[in-house]
């Protein structure tokens, strides 16, 4: 999805990343580069322009060019503010009864497929919804809808094959409804080519009939600018209550999907990203945004991990690490930050190129509870002085753990040789760099993120 913008700003970003302080001028030009790609991904001029000065503002901020890591906080601040040009909160449909979605939008954008996906939608989460077919225009256009509603079990209202007149098929539909009961009722409707005056004359008297609460917008995202054009006709006659964007799986560049809700107004409320009737997903600005930036939920991970642990503990941490004084008490404060931080799988979920990778990896929380059982039945003495653990407390502290000689011995050996590797200064720092932390570290995770075991 948008690969092309996706691949150039992270570039850009990855770039700024890596440097330790930022100039004014530096930001500068990354704004530029970004700006270059966000046009080139067909984006709006005034969208695009708009969108790049509130950043530079925000970035140019005292607060970030003094702070540890301002190419980081750059990449969220941007990322924030491209969740805000996507449209911020979620936004739930208007389902109170009589509850009527009427879908709008040109040929091809993918009406009557996101009529059934939406269907299948409501109906998984306990609704009862209809299809009534009112494109006149194509006569298949009534047999493909019929075709994909017996897919889904859902009622559907078909026309006569020669009935022209969408008002009366709309008449026929709410009484045919009264039948049926259903609790939400979804209106296919014809599109054009291009807008035209006919096209848009029949949805005026359609949705004046039917007084539709949600009139959703089919837009197709490979269409870019003129996407907006098309919605701002079409909302100018219907009046459209919010988006969907279909075929995001595709090749799209992303300008329709960016400048769509901050041209029109309106909310972007699904997107579709399939052929198939399951593929369609409620639209989550935060989550697209991070897509976009390619770079999994990185942000939330930031904002946890400053949550769980001060910035200054995060330091002591680190520098107890690299004059190798790490010891088990040090340890055990560790793991109460990733304790902080959720579970495993949470954690590794959010960085970047892993999400996907997850399945393959197998967690083992079991594992850490055991070491974590392991370390809290050493003395406070033991725990700063590991050497001292000789074979009689080892067997006590298996005991006292309940777990063996073999796992404390385990634990022991892989603990001296971390202090070992932390005692090479340079590769510690190189981690921490590798995971973008800069000189900070990663708060909590020995190695910066590697974990030794
Ligand atoms: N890849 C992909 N194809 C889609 C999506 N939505 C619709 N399509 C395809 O786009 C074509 C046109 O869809 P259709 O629903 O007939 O459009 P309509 O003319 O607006 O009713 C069909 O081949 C659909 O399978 C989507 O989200 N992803
Ligand atoms: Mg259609």
Redesign the pocket.
Known sequence: MFNQLSDKLEGVFKNLRGQGKLSERNIKDAMTEVRLALLEADVDYSVARDFISSVRDEAMGEKVLKSVTPGQQIVKIFRDKLAELLGGDQAPLELTPPARILMV??????????SAKLALRLKKEGRRPLLVAC?LFRPA?ID?LETLAREIDVPVFTPDRDEKNVIKVAKQALKWAETQNGTVMIF?TA?RQEIDDALIRELEDLQKFLQAKEVLL?ADSATGQQAVNVAKRFDEAVGISGIVL?????DARGGAALSMRSVTGKPIKFS????KIA?FEAFVPDRLADRMLGMGDVVGLVEKAAEAVDEKDAMKMAERLASNQFDFNDFLQQMKFMKKLGPMENILGMLPGVGKKLKDINVDDGKMKRIEAIVLSMTPYERSRPEIINAKRRKRIAAGSGTNLTQVNQLLKQFSMMRKMMKNKGKMKGMMKQMGMGGGGFPGLPGGGKLPF
């Open positions: 939008g040109l040929n091809g954008a993918g009406k009557t497929t996101t494109d256009a493909q296919d599109g089919v279909t075929k995001l799986d595709g579709g990203v399939g052929e593929d």
